[in-house]
Every structure is written in structure tokens, then in C-alpha cells.
């Protein structure tokens, strides 16, 4: 949320005073100013809360350590479980680097969708 107010904070009043001089509405304001100058945050916000959720960790391995039958079980839950479990450290770093191709992709894909036209 402290990022979308610093964003909101970045759009000059000057966009929405001409707008508003040629008639537009609060709607067009929202989707023709608003949106397109809040799409750096917004990728921004995608792509930061996207790699932190395929992260978690912390909060399913302390309530339930995978859950009945692995229902709540993470990647990163198999991976520490092989390197320190386990002791096969190789395999935990195979599966890290699988991951992080994973994220990677998928960072990729959420760069090139969000992407915009035109530099501000």
C-alpha cells in the first residue's frame, strides 16, 4: 500500500487538471492517467509479490510442518528438507536451481505482459 501511495504521490496534478479541462470523466481519469502512470508500481508489486509467495516458508512449516498428507507442503519445504534432512546436498541444490528457472520464467512472463509502450 506504501508503494501505490508513492506512486499515486508521482502523478503530477497537471495530468488530471488538462483532462479534466477536456472533459473527461472520473473513470477516463482513472484508466487514461491513473493506471498507465501507476504501471511501473504495479509491475513492480506483480513481480516482488509473485517470488515472495512461490517462497514461503516460515508460516506452513511452523503450523503444520506440510500438513496432513504434504496438503500444505512448499517447494522450498521439499528443498530443505533434502539438504538438511536428508544430507544430500546436491540434490537440494538441483531443486534450488530448478526453482530459481522457475521464478525466473515466470518473472520473465510478468515482464513481458505488463510491460508498457512508452517511457515516462
Same mark, same amino acid.
Given at each position: 500500500?506504501?508503494?501505490? @501511495?508513492?506512486?499515486? #504521490?508521482g !502523478?503530477? #496534478?497537471? @495530468?488530471?487538471? $488538462? ?9 477516463? @481519469? /482513472?484508466?487514461?492517467i =491513473?493506471?498507465?502512470?501507476? *504501471?511501473? =508500481?504495479?509491475? /513492480?508489486? =506483480?513481480? +516482488?509479490? +509473485?517470488i ?5 516458508? +516460515?508460516?506452513?512449516?511452523? &503450523? =503444520? ?5 504434504? $496438503?500444505?507442503?512448499?517447494?522450498? &519445504?521439499? !528443498?530443505?528438507?533434502?539438504?538438511? *534432512? ?5 540434490? $537440494? #541444490? $538441483?531443486? *534450488?536451481?530448478? /526453482?530459481?528457472? /522457475? ?12 510491460? +508498457?509502450?512508452?517511457?515516462?
Open positions: 500500500m506504501v508503494l501505490f @501511495l508513492a506512486g499515486l #504521490s !502523478i503530477p #496534478s497537471t @495530468l488530471y487538471e $488538462a483532462a479534466k479541462i477536456d472533459g473527461a470523466n472520473e473513470w477516463q @481519469l /482513472f484508466w487514461g =491513473t493506471i498507465p502512470m501507476l *504501471s511501473p =508500481t504495479i509491475l /513492480f508489486t =506483480t513481480v +516482488t509479490g +509473485t515472495g509467495a512461490l517462497q514461503v516458508f +516460515t508460516a506452513p512449516y511452523i &503450523m =503444520t510442518k506440510g500438513g496432513p498428507e504434504n $496438503a500444505s507442503r512448499m517447494v522450498v &519445504m521439499r !528443498i530443505q528438507e533434502v539438504g538438511f *534432512s536428508q544430507f544430500r546436498l546436491g540434490y $537440494a #541444490s $538441483a531443486l *534450488s536451481v530448478i /526453482f530459481f528457472l /522457475f521464478i525466473l520464467a515466470i518473472t520473465a512472463i510478468q515482464l513481458y505482459l505488463l510491460r +508498457t509502450k512508452w517511457k515516462y
